[in-house]
């Protein structure tokens, strides 16, 4: 069992900027940041590998988004810039055996933080 705690969600002005954070129990796995949007399916935003060096993200959150991971602390963040209304969403940290972008792969899930993002 994995439990996994996120942290760092808060109001921020477009444009602004925010870390968010997710402490795990264990750190052998593939961690994953999803988010979900008000009245919106939940969607991927990005993963990082084990070792730290293999990212994904989302194509339309690229550049602004950056994913990142400290073994050591077991701990994994998502750097976002240039925030935008649109961005509004609970954010979710979740871990996986295998690297993917849907749902379903990740079995540990996080409680979520809120991010909103105000205009």
């Known amino acids: 069992q994995v439990q996994l705690v996120e942290s760092g969600g808060g109001l921020v002005q477009a444009g602004g900027s925010l870390r968010l954070s997710c402490v795990a129990s264990g750190s052998a796995y593939v961690m994953g940041w999803f988010r979900q949007g008000p009245g919106k399916e939940r969607e991927f935003v990005a993963h990082?590998?084990?070792?730290?060096?293999?990212?994904q993200y989302a194509d339309d959150l690229k550049g602004r988004f950056t994913i990142s991971r400290e073994n050591g602390k077991n701990t994994v963040y998502l750097q976002m810039n240039n925030l935008k209304p649109e961005d509004t969403a609970v954010y979710y940290c979740?871990?996986?055996?295998?690297?993917?972008?849907?749902?379903?792969?990740?079995?540990?899930w996080g409680q979520g933080t809120q991010v909103t993002v105000s205009s």
């Open positions: 979740a871990a996986s055996i295998r690297s993917g972008i849907r749902e379903e792969e990740y079995k540990y």
């Open positions: 990082i590998a084990r070792n730290g060096v293999s990212t």
